[in-house]
């Protein structure tokens, strides 16, 4: 089973497009593309974790409207990671689990530790575990142990842990690591 990643979908959010200046025409042409850009990636036994934001707007309140939307979603296992937009009807999807933050072992060493918000520690992070995030869109890509898994710096498209990983690598390290994980190198 193959594991992969995305946060702040927001289907359904005519605003999101004009806020994020996303290059869509409408919420309908956003929710296609991103729908298809899940099911060109994500297999059929694979797992898909939404890391917060799955939908949002007045669709989002429509329960049949959402389980239209999630059961386009590809995957043997959906996950949801709530975010700050999702609410009832949306948690009330028949997700695999729903969690505000949980630990996913993904390979080799230690479990992702998956939050919709960036954290500035975490289990584990002294030993390299990569925290993966959303929320704050494109204006943050993250650092070098926190990685915003968000469409709207991954071309609106899922990602794998080793993608991940090849990210985290060029990017900073958090300038408040030291405050918090002193001498500890990452």
Not at 1 to 25: L, Q, S, V
Request: hydrophobic content about 40%; some cysteine; glycine content about 8%.
């Amino acid at each position: 089973m193959t594991h992969w990643y995305t946060a702040d979908t927001h289907f359904g959010h005519e605003n999101i497009i004009k806020h994020c200046a996303r290059p869509f025409k409408s919420a309908n042409h956003m929710d296609a593309a991103i729908i298809g850009n899940l099911n060109a990636k994500v297999g059929p036994n694979d797992a898909l974790w939404i890391v917060g934001d799955f939908a949002f707007g007045p669709k989002a309140k429509d329960a049949g409207w959402l389980n239209q939307i999630f059961a386009r979603l590809p995957g043997g296992e959906k996950h949801l990671v709530i975010g700050n937009h999702d609410a009832e009807p949306t948690l009330s999807l028949p997700w695999s689990s729903v969690t505000h933050i949980t630990e996913v072992a993904d390979g080799s060493g230690p479990s992702s530790v998956l939050c919709h918000y960036p954290m500035i520690t975490w289990h584990r992070a002294r030993k390299g575990a990569l925290h993966l995030f959303g929320h704050v869109h494109e204006q943050w890509m993250g650092s070098r142990n926190a990685v915003n898994v968000g469409v709207d710096v991954w071309g609106y498209a899922p990602v794998m842990l080793r993608d991940v990983q090849q990210r985290a690598k060029t990017l900073q390290q958090n300038v408040h690591w030291s405050d918090v994980e002193r001498d500890v190198e990452i």
